[in-house]
C-alpha cells in the first residue's frame, strides 16, 4: 500500500450509509502513521450499540479511540501531532448539542479553534442532510439548518472536501490523495 499525506484538515460529506466513514478510515490507514479516532456518538439503544461496535470491528485495534459526544476539543488537546485523527462524526455531535440545549455559539467556537490550534492532520466526517424531504416538524428543520451551515462552515475552513456517494469519493474543494 502507498503511504499518502493528508492535508491539516480533510472534510468527508456524504449521506447516510454513504461509505463515509470507511472512506476516511482508510485514507487514515494508508498515511501509515499513529491514528486516533474520535467518536461522538452515543449508543442511546441497541441499534446504535450494535453500529458503534460493527464500526469498532470495521477500524481495527490500531486506534487510540477517545470517546467525546459534547467536547471532542478535551481529546484534540490530548493527542500527539503525529497522530492523524479521524473526528467521526459532526452531524451526532451537533445532535448532541441542540439535544443537550448547549449553547450552539460558544461550543461551535471551540470546535474550530481546537480544529485550527490542531498541529497534525484531521479528518471530520459529516452527513449532508439538506439533499431530502422538507422535514414535516420545526424540530427536525432547525436541526437541518444547524448542519447545513456547521457543514458550510466546515468545508471553508477545510483544505480538502471530499463527497462520498454509494462508496466513491468526488473532490469538491482540494485534490484525493494519490
Known amino acids: 500500500m502507498k503511504k499518502i499525506t493528508l492535508p491539516k484538515l ?27 479516532y474520535i467518536a461522538t456518538a452515543q449508543a442511546f439503544d441497541d441499534e446504535m450499540a450494535a453500529k458503534i461496535a460493527k464500526h469498532k470491528t470495521q477500524r481495527g485495534a490500531n486506534w487510540d479511540s477517545y470517546e467525546e459526544p459534547l467536547a471532542p476539543w478535551n481529546a484534540l ?16 455531535w451537533l445532535s448532541n448539542i441542540l439535544l443537550g440545549e448547549h449553547d450552539l455559539t460558544t461550543v461551535k467556537a471551540q470546535l474550530f479553534a481546537s480544529l485550527k490550534e490542531f498541529r497534525g492532520s484531521i479528518i471530520v466526517v459529516t452527513n449532508e442532510v439538506g439533499q431530502g424531504v422538507v422535514p414535516d416538524n420545526i424540530m427536525a428543520r432547525a436541526f437541518r439548518q444547524q448542519q447545513g451551515e456547521l457543514n458550510q462552515q466546515l468545508a471553508a475552513i477545510a483544505d480538502l472536501v471530499v463527497l462520498v456517494t454509494a462508496g466513491l469519493p468526488l473532490a469538491l474543494k482540494g485534490q484525493l490523495p494519490q
Do not use: M, W, Y
Not at 468527508?12 to 486516533?36: H, Y
Not at 488537546?77 to 451526532?92: K, P, Q
Open 10 to 36: 480533510t472534510l468527508v460529506i456524504g449521506g447516510a450509509v454513504s461509505g463515509k466513514s470507511r472512506f476516511a478510515e482508510n485514507l487514515i490507514v494508508s498515511c501509515d502513521r499513529p491514528r486516533a
Open 77 to 92: 488537546r490530548e493527542i500527539d501531532a503525529s497522530n492523524v485523527v479521524l473526528l467521526d462524526c459532526a452531524t451526532l
